[in-house]
């Protein structure tokens, strides 16, 4: 039952052509279940700042830009950087409703052609931590980076994927995301 309904999770967000079934992917190159939980726990960390996260023995380095309710978490594990982005904490948060609502589809900043279009709001998040981000990445001695965020943190963690691939080609990424709403236009 966990199995059937961790599947239904990681591919409820997705889109495939039609005639696509789960059968057709390879389990190479697909998470194992202990890690997709251990993702899982690190967005749980990044919710909200703390010293320790239960029992993980991770070094936690959170970051954060207030005008925009941004919140990330820089984990180093297995010689692996983890950067963590937190979803929104909507309805509560008045800031977070405000951005949710920016859902128009606007140029993608970082991006010459203005028919790639994402969400206004999910960009003024990726803006507002995108420094930090750098840093991190520039402070890390590696090369595997991993992405991980839930729900709008999903919609951060795709937007830096996207600009970080190309900013770092001597870098490996890989983005990880649970229950990311629709974020790019077809383009």
């Given at each position: 039952f966990f199995l059937a309904l961790l599947v239904i999770v990681i591919f409820s967000c997705q889109s495939y052509p039609a005639g696509t079934h789960f059968s057709d992917f390879s389990s190479d190159g697909m998470p194992e279940i202990q890690?997709?939980?251990?993702?899982?726990?690190?967005?749980e960390a990044v919710w909200t700042e703390r010293e320790t996260w239960r029992s993980s023995g991770w070094k936690l380095d959170y970051f954060e830009d207030p005008p925009t309710n941004t919140m990330g978490l820089a984990i180093v594990d297995n010689n692996i950087l983890h950067l963590i982005f937190r979803g929104t904490q909507a309805p509560k948060n008045t800031i977070d409703n405000d951005i949710n609502w920016h859902y128009s589809l606007k140029p993608i900043f970082y991006q010459d052609n203005p028919l790639f279009k994402?969400?206004?709001g999910m960009q003024s998040?990726?803006?507002?931590?995108?420094?930090?981000?750098?840093?991190?990445?520039?402070?890390f001695s590696g090369s595997k980076i991993m992405l991980i965020g839930h729900s709008a943190?999903?919609?951060?963690a795709m937007l830096a994927y996207l600009d970080l691939t190309r900013?770092?080609?001597?870098?490996?990424?890989?983005?990880?995301?649970?229950?990311?709403?629709?974020?790019?236009?077809?383009?």
């Open positions: 890690d997709i939980y251990r993702y899982y726990s690190m967005c994402a969400h206004e998040k990726y803006r507002g931590i995108y420094l930090d981000i750098q840093e991190r990445i520039k402070a943190g999903g919609m951060v900013s770092y080609p001597d870098k490996q990424f890989t983005v990880i995301t649970f229950g990311i709403p629709r974020l790019f236009n077809r383009a």
